[in-house]
T-cell receptor
Framework: NAGVMQNPRHLVRRRGQEARLRCSPM?????VYWYRQLPEEGLKFMVY????????ESGMPKERFSAEFPKEGPSILRIQQVVRGDSAAYFC????????????FGAGTRLSVL | SQQGEEDPQALSIQEGENATMNCSYK?????LQWYRQNSGRGLVHLIL?????REKHSGRLRVTLDTSKKSSSLLITASRAADTASYFC??????????????FGQGTTLQVKP
């Protein structure tokens, strides 16, 4: 496992469907961050998780969005009842407990809502 | 509003020239980082400068930080066509309690012409 793995790379959903985005952090990393990037914009922080805990979800929309990082398995960002405005690139990053400052990013999941 | 704002938004130079990008931010920070993003890819960490540092070098990269002006600059010397990418500054706000949560700017798109 060379880096942060995100899947799928591309996801197409119709309005009203659910989108599930997965992120496996780098080996040994226990901190996961999710960011959203709209076209031609920078990344916007969404949520920060450690194993089984949500530490900071100040950037998450109040409705339809949820995130988890279970004890076993990848972190999941779940978007229920998607709308066209959810179309964006969603990036996951991970960091180690020792060096939380430096985050390693996955290649992202590009969500398109039709 | 965005914590970090880069300028210029877009920069086009010839190979061999230097490229300078600036970033301004609003609140006190623990550190400031620069990331690079190739089109359609995730972000790659370039360099981190702490709030008590004024200048840092890494290969062809030189970063400065002026906390009194809340600004930073990234200089890429002797640019190459392969440097073509978007460059983002990201701040780790002091108010976040050293969680590692990053606030990204809008980015500068750099094009280096061969």
């Amino acid at each position: 496992n060379a880096g942060v793995m995100q899947n799928p790379r591309h996801l197409v959903r119709r309005r009203g469907q659910e989108a599930r985005l997965r992120c496996s952090p780098m080996k040994g990393h226990s901190h996961v961050y999710w960011y959203r990037q709209l076209p031609e914009e920078g990344l916007k922080f969404m949520v920060y998780l450690q194993k089984e805990n949500i530490i900071d979800e100040s950037g998450m929309p109040k409705e339809r969005f949820s995130a988890e990082f279970p004890k076993e398995g990848p972190s999941i960002l779940r978007i229920q009842q998607v709308v066209r405005g959810d179309s964006a690139a969603y990036f996951c990053a991970s960091s180690s407990e020792r060096v939380k400052n430096i985050q390693y990013f996955g290649a992202g999941t590009r969500l398109s809502v039709l | 509003s965005q914590q970090g704002e880069e300028d210029p938004q877009a920069l086009s130079i010839q190979e061999g020239e230097n490229a300078t990008m600036n970033c301004s931010y609003k609140t006190s920070i623990n550190n400031l980082q620069w990331y690079r993003q190739n089109s359609g890819r995730g972000l790659v960490h370039l360099i981190l400068i702490r709030s008590n540092e004024r200048e840092k070098h890494s290969g062809r990269l030189r970063v400065t930080l002026d906390t009194s002006k809340k600004s930073s600059s990234l200089l890429i010397t002797a640019s190459r066509a392969a440097d073509t990418a978007s460059y983002f500054c990201a701040t780790d706000p002091s108010s976040s309690g050293n969680t590692g949560k990053l606030i990204f700017g809008q980015g500068t798109t750099l094009q280096v012409k061969p």
